[in-house]
């Protein structure tokens, strides 16, 4: 789910979300499928996505949104071209005197954060949303160019399957 899903279970058990037994019950069933303890959490049942972002939004200082009902206005959208927005997985929401806050569906990827702040030229800030809401936010904002590009995006997220015949 996140870049560190150690630091992610600490926060949570801190925070009383889930309890340290349901942690190692869900380590215990992982299969190597390349599922992290906190999706297992969340397939369980012992815990909702939303409220492992909104623990993670909350310690970092974040907002956590919903982009349900929210229009980006073209201005803002332009300030981050197409190729950028799928890379690194973000939506810019809004500028403000501070900068430009995206929404991200990992809170804790810091370094996108740092290379777009460099890239735009401007500081950038991170809204936490929904992974989904991300991908369909982007598919509305930024559709593919070509079938390459919706392909490159489909191995960016790590979703591709080969077919080998012979």
Do not use: W
Request: include cysteine.
């Amino acid at each position: 789910m996140t870049s560190n899903d150690t630091y992610v279970l600490e926060l949570l058990e801190q925070e009383a979300a889930v309890t340290s037994d349901q942690v190692a019950q869900c380590r215990a069933s992982l299969n190597g499928d390349g599922s992290t303890v906190v999706d297992a959490l969340i397939q369980s049942g012992a815990i909702e996505e939303t409220d492992v972002l909104a623990t993670i939004a909350q310690a970092f200082g974040m907002e956590y949104i919903t982009l349900e009902g929210t229009d980006i206005p073209a201005d803002v959208r332009d300030m981050v071209p197409s190729d950028v927005a799928r890379r690194y997985r973000v939506l810019p929401l809004y500028k403000s005197d501070e900068g430009l806050t995206v929404a991200m569906g990992d809170p804790l990827d810091f370094d996108s954060l740092d290379t777009l702040t460099h890239m735009l030229g401007c500081h950038v800030q991170g809204a936490v949303v929904q992974r989904h809401e991300i991908k369909a936010a982007l598919d509305r904002y930024y559709p593919a160019d070509s079938d390459m590009e919706a392909k490159m995006g489909t191995i960016a997220e790590g979703t591709v399957h080969v077919a080998v015949t012979g």
